[in-house]
């Protein structure tokens, strides 16, 4: 069975510039989740789809973040502008929609300079 | 908010020994438990999880034990192989949390020869 798949695995760019991420979660997992790792510490959610509607995104910074799952499989997250506090490990993982266990894809790691 | 603590930034522990790390949570809505280990590069994987219903699960080499009227879950490793050299997430849920995962800062073990 083939895990999360992300891309790209490392991304560097500027403040201000904009960056985009993609997943591809397990196949048949409704429920796909983008969380940000800063160094040192744990991961936290940024948003939850289950299938293609927001479940929460209560901690997604509205302003500069933004995330879609295409038609309930891919999804891709976008940051614009960036800031150099966004410099992080961006997590997506996949369940499915009974489960409390994720799948956790490599992380794309993000530097802003 | 910090709800999952996992105080030990650092643990150290010669092989054949038992590892023993700790978790501590403020929420006591959480009602599922779950243990991830993560190394360099790769996302989180899903090790050992528990019921709120329960106070100790096994799997192999691993128990987890939780005791919910200290609000403390911890994770023992025996015996202990270098292998199990990674960093250790602690995390919880609520059943109306919609399968939401909140983790703690992470312990990184480290198994000595």
């Known amino acids: 069975e083939a895990g999360v798949a992300q891309s790209p695995r490392y991304k560097i760019i500027e403040k201000r510039q904009s960056v985009a991420f993609w997943c591809n979660p397990i196949s048949g997992h409704a429920t796909l989740y983008w969380y940000q790792q800063i160094l040192g510490q744990g991961p936290k959610l940024l948003i939850q789809f289950q299938n293609n509607g927001v479940v929460d995104d209560s901690q997604l910074p509205k302003d500069r973040f933004s995330a879609e799952r295409l038609k309930g499989v891919d999804s891709t997250l976008k940051i614009q502008p960036a800031k150099l506090e966004d410099s992080a490990v961006y997590l997506c993982?996949?369940?499915?929609?009974?489960?409390?266990?994720?799948?956790f894809g490599p992380g794309t790691r993000l530097t802003v300079t | 908010d910090q709800q999952v603590k996992q105080n030990s930034p650092s643990l150290s522990v010669q092989e054949g020994r038992i590892s023993i790390l700790n978790c501590d949570y403020t929420?006591?809505?959480?009602?599922?438990f779950l243990w991830y280990k993560k190394y360099p590069a790769e996302g989180p994987t899903f090790l050992i999880s528990i019921s709120s219903i329960k106070d100790k699960n096994e799997d192999g080499r691993f128990t987890v034990f939780l005791n919910k009227s200290a609000k403390h879950l911890s994770l023992h490793i025996v015996p202990s192989q270098p292998g199990d050299s990674a960093v250790y997430f602690c995390?919880?849920?609520?059943?109306?949390?919609?399968?939401?995962?909140?983790f703690g800062q992470g312990t990184r073990l480290t198994i000595n020869p």
């Open positions: 929420n006591s809505m959480f009602d599922y």
């Open positions: 995390a919880a849920s609520t059943i109306q949390g919609a399968q939401k995962l909140v």
């Open positions: 993982a996949s369940s499915t929609d009974t489960s409390y266990e994720q799948y």
